[in-house]
């Protein structure tokens, strides 16, 4: 008996220690695995972008971007643009003159889920993004039985966007620190347009010039969504 006892001691001792060294080695193995993601942290560069769309400028807008990695496949940008022109329209055989300002600003996440390049490239690749944009624009015009001679800006429309969606794109690094970036951003568009006159005279139709200053009457509000796609074709610049 009492070498049964004995026994059942032994073995339970032995059990023991075989787990706290499994235990053990567990433990290194997670320690190797810290160690060596520190190691290929300290490898992945620290990069920044400063990007100019190319496609906002041919419609004379200013659309800039700023875009850092935060690891070897992934980055946060901030895209913004300023909206700040006037258009010629020719509608029911007259001339209008149109001008549009405001600006918009969008927050994004990107993975490179297909690199190009060497190892521990950053920035370098086909991505997807998920982002948010907000956008506010304003748009005044001249009615067409304004006198266009007097330049009075007699109807505005006020609008506020909000869009969600997925940036799908590629980057290349074409050479010392210069990126081409070129993507297409399908999105839920929500907005709200709010449409507001001066008064007019009843007679003539037109604004008095004597109201050239006048306060804006809201006319009505509309509320819509849509599915758009938006295309960008930037360069960006490493520093």
């Not at 490898?43 to 920044?48: E, F, S």
């Not at 001249?142 to 590629?170: F, P, W």
Request: charged share 25%; proline share 2%; net charge positive.
């Amino acid at each position: 008996m009492k070498n049964l006892w004995l026994s059942l001691a032994c073995i339970c001792t032995l059990l023991l220690c075989t787990q706290l060294r499994a235990q053990d080695g567990i433990e290194i193995r997670k320690e190797k695995h810290r160690q060596q993601v520190r190691e290929k942290a300290k490898c992945i560069p620290k990069l920044y972008l400063f990007k100019v769309d190319l496609v906002a400028l041919a419609r004379h807008d200013y659309n800039i971007g700023l875009e850092r990695n935060i690891g070897e496949r992934f980055s946060f940008g901030l895209n913004a643009t300023y909206i700040n022109r006037s258009i010629r329209e020719f509608n029911e055989a007259e001339l209008a003159k149109n001008k549009q300002f405001g600006f918009t600003i969008s927050p994004e996440l990107r993975h490179y889920f297909l690199k190009f390049g060497k190892k521990n490239t950053v920035l370098n690749g086909t991505y997807y993004a998920p982002f948010l944009e907000y956008e506010r624009r304003s748009k005044k015009y001249l009615s067409y039985n304004t006198n266009l001679a007097d330049i009075i800006y007699d109807k505005q429309l006020n609008e506020n966007n909000v869009a969600v969606g997925v940036r799908l794109g590629m980057q290349r690094h074409l050479w010392k620190g210069l990126f081409f970036d070129i993507s297409a951003s399908p999105a839920l568009q929500t907005n709200k347009a709010v449409y507001q006159t001066r008064e007019v005279d009843v007679m003539t139709g037109m604004v008095p010039k004597t109201q050239e200053n006048a306060k804006f009457y809201e006319l009505k509000t509309v509320s819509s969504q849509k599915m758009a796609v938006n295309y960008t074709l930037k360069i960006g610049f490493a520093f």
